[in-house]
């Protein structure tokens, strides 16, 4: 086990390495370089010289780069031209309201998802399945900061079951433990301020959770139906196992494993709509900042959240090997 | 009616035997396309997947000839009052009422489909073509490079991985920021997050052929490896690839509305699109969500179409599935 982890985490320095050549090359390819994106287009020749080399860009390309990874090593990633905060600090503040967007997010997709498309292969042409299938077909249609809105529009302003943007009320007092809204609540006692936080984010995680649940039904369905003809699930109950027994150790358990793959490769999407979900309630994660970095042309923290993106989704991605090899015990062998 | 049960039986027999004739006829000569598109015919979701389709392209060709007014002129500027969350609804003259300018929403929809295929298809496209020429060099010298190939496979697919990596929508923004803003940008950036989808998929089909019996008889013939790659592996590499050039119109169109909703979109104004026009409705969505409908249900119904025809080639094509 610890000999794979290693494996994987060192297959991560090349890929890594190349994401920071390619990210150090696009950003000298932006329009009028850095200089430009910090003085703004109607910099004079003489003020891009001067900032240029203040920045050291006149220096060979690869001595450019030299100094790029260093400062990344050191978790520098310049600072962010619309707050003036680093940007370090400006995501380590809004990570929890992501984090937490996207774990309910995915929750929601498995519980539901695992589930529905399990069900679904069991009944296969069931009205179940039908509307499985066809709801994930849509799921996967529906722009995601469309759904957003109408559920915004349709539960928030309409019906006002649930709050239309925000993490928390504004009249709730919640003590800041770990940054994340409904586990600080828990943690001091304020089970109010907890509550209030998870309504906030049940229709941002809902309209998130679209597209992976899509691809979760979908997966899970099709891999039950795979594992359902299989000769070994035939042996099994032709010799008289318990049906439950089958279902759980022989079925489920095979049938997860490329649901389990898909998961770890959904996070890269679930970023993306995280960027368009909260933006459309407000959230104050990660994801709507980044909105407000494309509008402000806000390049440092472009960068810093992709190099970030690539690392997490790396590391989950890790996460899952790990995870797949638990399950099954065919790769632990190789 | 007047057969007995019996004999009505038996000739039910022999409809189905018949059936099951033709089919051995058809299969046993016939190619997979020719069997796939079979298939296809009598697919349901094929069906109402190109039926969508059809008319999505009929009214992207002849859209601006059927519009009553035109897309851009502001008629009736003078009744619409966004800012007092005063708009237009459908209504005998606008069928679809008027946008936040005063235009006709309905002459709207109908021009903006054009540009909603062409995003579509554009971008596709891109994605395709850089995808298929890395897929095919990397799927070309794994399976006929011997040791060095092999590493240049190895290095092409680990720089397609990092960019299959990154969230769709920042590798998107990230092509924005270097190109500017402008429909082509959109087109490119889409079609970039397209690329290594396209590039691992030909590889891994390339991959699965170039083990196969007859490009081992090819090879022992003594055929040249060129050859091998262009008349064997890849014509008979490129069915997942048709299947997923159909799927990637519906996330293109899907993607496209996204950038505009990010701002990254087409900022001419003149041309509608439905992806530009859904992101500009959005904004008056709580006093006139039938503004953002219209387009976002085209851009659904549209992308639901590619998605069903799409899923429908692929089961045809799914060489578990032919009888």
Known sequence: MLRLVARRLLQLIPTLLGLSVLLFLWLNRLPGGPASAILGERATEAEVARINRALGLDEPVWVQYGRFIKRIFQLDLGTSTQTGQPVWEEFTLRFPATVELSVAAIAIAIVVGVPLGYFAARRRGSWLDVTAVSGSLLGICIPVFFLALLLKGLFAVNLGIFPSFGRLSTGIDATKVTGFAVLDGLLTGEFDASWDAVMHLVLPAVALASIPLAVIVRMTRAS???????????????????????????????????????????TGSLLSGAVLTESVFSFGGIGQFIRTSIDARDYPVLVGFILFIALVYVLINLLVDVAYSLIDPRVRVH | MNATPGLQKKADKIDRLAQLMERTETTSGAGLWREAF?????????????????????????????????????????????????????????????????????????????????????????????????????????????????????????????????????????????????????????????????ARLLRGSMLAQGSSDYVLAAKAVGIRKRRIVLTQIMPNSLSPVIVQATLSLATAIIEAAALSYLGLGNPDPAIPEWGVMLSQAQRFFDNAPMMSVYPAVGIIVTALGFTLLGEAMREALDPKLRG
Do not use: C
Request: glycine share 12%; hydrophobic share 50%.
């Open chain 1, 224 to 266: 039950v139906l795979e594992v359902l003809g299989e000769d070994y699930v035939r042996t099994a109950e032709s010799k008289g196992l318990d049906k439950r027994v089958v279902r759980a150790r022989h079925v489920l358990r095979n049938a997860l494993l490329p649901v389990i793959t898909a998961v770890g490769l959904l």
């Open chain 2, 38 to 198: 079979r298939r296809l015919r009598t697919s349901k979701t094929a069906i109402i997947g190109g039926v969508v389709i059809g008319v999505f392209v009929l009214v992207a060709i002849v859209g601006p000839w059927l519009a009553p007014y035109s897309p851009t002129a502001q008629d009736w500027r003078g009744e619409v009052f966004p800012n007092q969350g005063r708009f237009v609804g459908p209504r005998g003259e606008n069928w679809f009422g008027l946008d936040h300018l005063g235009r006709d929403e309905f002459s709207r929809m109908l021009v903006g489909a054009r540009q909603t295929l062409l995003v579509g298809v554009v971008s596709m496209l891109i994605g395709l073509v850089a995808g298929a020429v890395i897929g095919a060099v990397s799927g070309a010298a794994a399976t006929l490079g011997g040791e060095p190939g092999k590493r240049l496979d190895t290095v092409i697919m680990r720089v397609t991985d990092i960019i299959l990596a990154l969230p769709s929508l920042l590798l998107a923004v990230s092509v924005a920021a270097v190109l500017g803003q402008s429909l082509t940008t959109v087109m490119i950036a889409v079609g970039v997050v397209q690329v290594p989808v396209f």
